[in-house]
């Protein structure tokens, strides 16, 4: 098993004529990914390397069955296709689009809230289910098949303790991003509810960053609901308050946010903190030697 | 992006929040002209992007011509917690009755809008917040259904304001709303919210915080930025397109994704260094964005060694490679760089970094052996100088 996505995945790219749109489409098609369709207004009736693409969301649902969607467009777009791509009944939405406005995505959130549909992102790298599906831009072949299960704020730093991860010989269940901005259509909680549900799920790593206070929900939360074990990192110890660090969700403003907040949060609640990646590994490869 | 005083006040007006008449002046002459126009009393503010401009002397009454001269005279050019006054508000003086606090912010938690109002303004909203919990009232806010009457009498019935000012008081908060949802803001703060001898509600001070994503919908804001206040450096990295933020150490710093970079800055820290700045030289990184970046960092004087961290994903370790090559070529390079490059195309970006056999580059394996090396690099510079 993995979460989110798998070989019942069938994909549909809001964007897949854009430069971006195809070449991570593809990607994703070549690591074996049912990539069904494209939408692209105005373009319907071509094709990109066979994929059929469409004018709408709803018709590629429709001539498909598509019922998860990536969405490369661009930002000012973006929260339309988000939109447009519940509203076809699609179960799963993955925005990758990074610089989308605040007020377009609480919106969305709110919205979508509202419905069955699951929104990843935005401004993230997407989901990976190693040896079944790769919905996103995450470069699968760092990463195998395993029962760790990952689940991060940042790109890069994804692959860097993935790496770590894979070096001391883990594999992993899923990868999920859930993206950068301060707001996400999925927080941690949610995704580890997923891993915590998942029998081939063994050990969940969580990588968080400053700002808001997802992490230190997240720590209650594991307190309460789950028995798998969970390693945490948090990036931006040295980051001065009151500043923007790349991601428009890492901004710290008072104590609320600060990694060491978080830190001491998630150990108040037994949840162990690397503090290096390296140390995120080591940890994990402590405790998964403990329980063989 | 932050907006002075001024600036905020300009949005206010433009959604019908009743503001005290005033003009911005960047010179002595231009605030004496400000106050004749507005008549006396005045008060003189400094247009600075900081709290706490009262107690360092950047507002002052003036009761006549004379008075507004020494005062705009004095905070001109006035060194406010690190940042210099190039501009000031000159405002007509309002007498003051009751002093609330209002404001519409982004609570990322709840992933809503929340509306908060407190009787007891004119001080700091932490203070207030630590003497008196209650004192602010706090509502969250649909945004798909917007602000209603209601959420404004809740607001002003539960803060326990004047009654005679909970009709006003809630039209004023439902029209901060209105500014804070159609000028993209994630924050609108007012502090105090006024209530005149004349019963009259209007908003003494502006803080406005607007999501730079969304400038393009508003291209007046957009020319509220004020390039000659930020730093010289961060402007130069912004110009190229790349995210830098300026510390104060002698560790130069460059990676590819905002997390990553800032796990770099943690390790380095952790190995007893201190970062120069945060570069995050973004996804895809081509050889022309290193060469642009190196030159960034080697801008900051005070760099003694460079740290170069690269996870490949979309970003190719032989373009990043390439691009050191070429910028060793372009620039005089006079400090130490330690180089680690893991993911895609590795392998190539090490051989070439070999074959280019470049003077003082240090190639490691991983990020905490390339972090260790870094700061000993840093500290043996330190020793020399």
Do not use: W
């Amino acid at each position: 098993m993995s979460v989110l996505v798998d070989s019942g995945t069938k994909l549909v790219v809001s964007g897949l004529t854009g430069r971006e749109g195809s070449f991570h489409g593809m990607n994703n098609r070549r690591y074996g990914t049912d990539l069904v369709a494209g939408v692209t207004p105005g373009k319907g009736g071509q094709d990109v390397e066979g994929v059929p693409v469409f004018d709408t969301v709803h018709e590629a649902v429709a001539e498909t069955g598509a019922n998860t969607s990536m969405i490369f467009v661009p930002p000012r777009f973006a929260a339309d296709a988000i939109l447009e791509a519940a509203d076809a009944g699609i179960e799963l939405v993955v925005c990758i689009t990074e610089g989308i406005p605040v007020h377009d995505m609480l919106r969305v959130y709110t919205h979508l809230r509202r419905g069955p549909t699951r929104l990843i992102g935005p401004n993230c790298p997407g989901i990976l289910s190693p040896g079944k599906a790769n919905v996103g831009i995450i470069p699968a072949h760092f990463f195998s098949e395993g029962n760790v299960g990952l689940v991060s704020r940042s790109g890069t730093l994804t692959y860097q303790i993935g790496n770590e991860l894979a070096q001391r010989g883990f594999g992993n269940s899923s990868i999920v991003g859930i993206g950068g901005d301060p707001v996400q259509g999925s927080s941690f909680i949610e995704i580890i509810d997923l891993f915590q549900a998942d029998p081939q799920t063994e050990l969940i790593v969580m990588c968080g960053e400053i700002g808001g206070e997802d992490e230190e929900r997240a720590a209650e939360h594991v307190a309460e609901h789950v028995d798998k074990p969970v390693v945490a990192y948090i990036a931006g110890f040295t980051a001065p308050p009151g500043k923007t660090m790349g991601h428009a969700g890492a901004i710290i403003s008072g104590s609320k946010g600060t990694a060491q907040a978080k830190a001491e949060a998630l150990e108040a609640k037994g949840v162990r903190v690397g503090r290096t990646p390296t140390e995120v590994a080591e940890i994990a490869a402590e405790i998964a030697g403990a329980t063989v | 992006m932050d907006l002075l005083e001024y600036q905020g006040k300009q949005l206010f007006r433009a959604h019908g929040v009743p503001v005290p008449d005033g003009r911005p002046a960047a010179t002595v002459e231009e605030a004496v002209e400000a106050a004749d126009e507005l008549g006396y009393p005045v008060v003189v503010k400094a247009q600075v992007l900081i709290g706490g401009r009262g107690k360092a002397g950047g507002i002052k009454v003036a009761g006549d011509r004379s008075e507004v001269e020494a005062h705009a005279g004095a905070i001109l050019g006035m060194d406010i917690r690190g940042l210099t006054v190039h501009e000031l508000y000159v405002e007509r003086a309002s007498e003051i009755a009751e002093e609330y606090y209002a404001a519409i912010l982004l609570d990322r938690t709840a992933k809503k809008p929340m509306a908060m109002l407190s009787r007891m303004g004119g001080m700091d909203v932490e203070e207030i917040a630590a003497t008196d919990p209650n004192a602010i009232v706090r509502i969250h806010v649909d945004p798909l259904l917007g602000f209603s009457d209601f959420h404004g009498r809740r607001l002003a019935f539960e803060a326990g304001i004047a009654g005679d000012v909970v009709r006003p008081v809630s039209v004023v908060l439902a029209k901060l709303y209105e500014a804070f949802a159609e000028e993209d803001a994630v924050l609108v703060e007012v502090n105090p919210l006024l209530v005149t001898a004349d019963r009259e509600v209007v908003a003494l001070d502006a803080k406005v915080t607007v999501d730079g994503n969304a400038l393009y919908r508003h291209p007046d804001t957009a020319t509220f930025r004020d390039v000659s206040a930020e730093d010289p450096q961060e402007r130069m990295a912004k110009e190229r397109g790349l995210t830098f933020v300026k510390l104060d150490g002698d560790i130069g710093i460059l990676g590819n994704g905002a997390g990553l970079v800032m796990s770099t800055l943690d390790v380095v820290a952790q190995a007893g260094g201190h970062p120069a700045n945060f570069l995050d030289a973004g996804g895809g990184s081509k050889a022309e964005a290193i060469v642009d970046a190196v030159e960034v960092i080697l801008s900051n004087r005070n760099v003694r060694a460079v740290l170069f961290n690269i996870f490949g994903g979309i970003t190719r370790c032989d373009e990043v490679a390439r691009g050191l090559v070429t910028a060793f070529g372009q620039l005089d390079v006079k400090v130490p760089f330690v180089v680690r490059l893991d993911g895609t195309n590795d392998e190539e970006g090490r051989r070439i970094l070999a074959e280019a056999n470049l003077p003082n580059v240090t190639v490691e394996k991983t990020m905490d052996g390339a972090a260790a090396r870094v700061v000993e690099l840093a500290r043996s510079a330190e020793a020399v100088s």
